[in-house]
């Protein structure tokens, strides 16, 4: 079945739709280019034919490009990927630009054929390019829809024309937030915004009827008229200029340099402003083509869409019948269990919320009901909807509501104690057949599940902090955890639209196994003398979100110290961070705990807004004189977290390279520009890799040692997802 077809109707108006078949959403293929492109062809050499409207046949007009046939067509082009993909890029902007001119004559811009777009919902990427081509754009009245340019989310740029003719079209600066900030619209305020011409009940008989009235003039974009000026200025204008000299400056403060797409968007923008419309295209393709052969761009493509998408269908479920959620109890009412209720209750499942005092229940359905009630205010959900969310929150302080749950997610205080007492108190009084999961972030599923009746229906849940706002969720297998629990909990996980990833049980497991080294070396380095300003921007210019003592006040000194006691009492000699515990058992005796106390590393005001670093912590460790150079320090804060990944994977802990990509850049934010940590270790090479772990081990402790597994790598100048990813090509 092709992916686009033509119905011409009896007033000789030509639909062209857009079905892509097996696709939950329409995508772009290089076989659709090619029907389009012969189904336009038809349609403007049939005398028949009045007008054109391009439509699609799902609920949603389209969700982009499939990034999988870009990075198809990059690999077919062998040692030239950049001609390949400049070659494809130019097919689809020669496809554009022939339905922009309608076969209009070149020096009148008469004669050419109206095209309307008609979108009954959502239109992302190429599906706002490929309108935004058209001669006027129809939108259904879909409150739910949204409207934009996401592509700079994964680490591109609209490279189809969209990034040339939105700001042709509305100026640089209000195209800014659409193009660098991948800003989604619903269909009222893109209308408002200029993205799209009407919002209609019918979109489609509304594009019928227009492109059977529309006249020569109606079918002209601003470019192609004579004395065209480009709203809010070129860059030789005075406002322009100003203009593009505030974007340069905003592009580098926010990404700091590591973002490729960023600067070449803002590059295409500016050449493309200089010069003739058709010439801009050709720049945009150009810059969109050295984006996309960018090994940044490769990984971050690769990990946040491709393997992404693979671990939300399911890639490591087991082959299980379908264990879908329909009740769930959630044991204790706290910040986290809380959350874990409201992202139950917004996807459609029950939820006993169980706490031991009533008024702790009610607050944590209060939670709900606070962030229903924003939402509402926003109008991003109805009061009907708000009201149909808190209703399926059922508060108790009796283990006896729980009869009936099919998951139980427990989120108590971190003491094995409680947790057991709690797990037999549940065992009590659920069915046989009912799935157990513990909220931990570092204590050992398996030794957990000894208090279970059942260990095999025992699972580790990591929900990240804020439950609402964090995509990851981390799944810890135990040693007797059986199948179907592990698919229960990827169902669940699938049910409330986040990310997981799937580990074998280990102390910190996955995420906390490597941010907890990254928090330790930001302040093993404050202890070394070296600049907390120095630490602090050297994380954030290699792309961390938060340098390491900031991120150390967000989670609380004092939680820092719990940790750290447990784990000296665990590992005793072995235990390998004494120096990072001066500092935090220091800073904990100070009532420096963090953004709570209003004191950590940084200094506060009275709400809770950072200062500044604190002058007291540099009092108490000053300063050395002679001050490391940027890249050791970012070397050192990079490595000691894609070391653990590294050790995780060759442990068994990581079952999945793509796993230990997604989970570190949506788990904490790993460097999203490099595609993660093993990602990160492949693009600066294995050979390298452990040439650098030998000079950082010798000069800073064994905390660097190059793990045998990269060491074997480098010997054989292997890549990690060339060795480990499904259908990998180098054998081990």
Known sequence: MTDFTCQTDADGVAVITWNVDGKSMNVLRSEGVEALDGLIDAALADDAVKGIVITSGKETFAAGADLNELAAVKERGGDAPEAAVFDWIMRVHGLLRKIERAGMDPKTNKGGKPIASALPGTALGIGLELPLATHRIFVADAPKAKIGLPEIMVGIFPGAGGTTRLVRKMGAMAASPFLLEGKLSDPKKAKSAGLVDEVVDDPLATAKAWVLEAKDADLVKPWDQKGYKMPGGAPYHPAGFMTFVGASAMVNGKTKGVYPAAKALLSAVYEGALVPFDTA???????????????????????LFINKEALEKGANRPDMPDQKVRKIGVLGAGMMGAGIALVSAQAGIEVVLLDREMAAAEKGKAHAADYAAKGVARKKTTQEAADAMLARITPSTDYAALKGCDLIVEAVFEDPAIKAEVTAQVDAVTDADTIFATNTSTLPITELAKASKNAEQFIGIHFFSPVEKMMLVEIIRGKQTGDRAVAKALDFVRQIRKTPIVVNDARFF???????P?????????????????????????????????????????????????????????YPDGDVDE????????????????????DYDDKGKRQGLSQVVKDRYPQAEAQPDLTDVQHRLLFVQSLEAVRALEEGVLMDIREGDVGAILGWGFAPWSGGPLSWLDMIGTPYAAERCDQLAERYGPRFACPDLLRDMAAKTQSFYRRFAPGAQDAA
């Open 518 to 574: 990254y928090i330790n070396e930001g302040i093993r380095m404050v202890a070394e003398g070296v600049s907390p300003a120095l630490i602090e921007n050297a994380a954030k210019m290699v792309g961390m979100p938060l340098g390491p003592l900031q991120l150390v006040d967000e989670t609380s000194i004092d939680l820092g110290a719990r940790i750290a006691r447990a784990t000296r009492a665990a590992m005793g000699e072995a």
């Open 281 to 303: 295209l050709k720049i945009e393709a150009r810059w969109f083509t050295s984006v996309l052969v960018n090994p940044s761009s490769s990984a971050m493509i690769r990990s």
């Open 583 to 602: 500092v935090i058992f220091w800073m904990e005796e100070q009532g420096r705990l963090g953004r709570k106390a209003s004191a950590g590393f940084y």
């Open 510 to 516: 996955y995420a906390n196994r490597c941010i907890i």
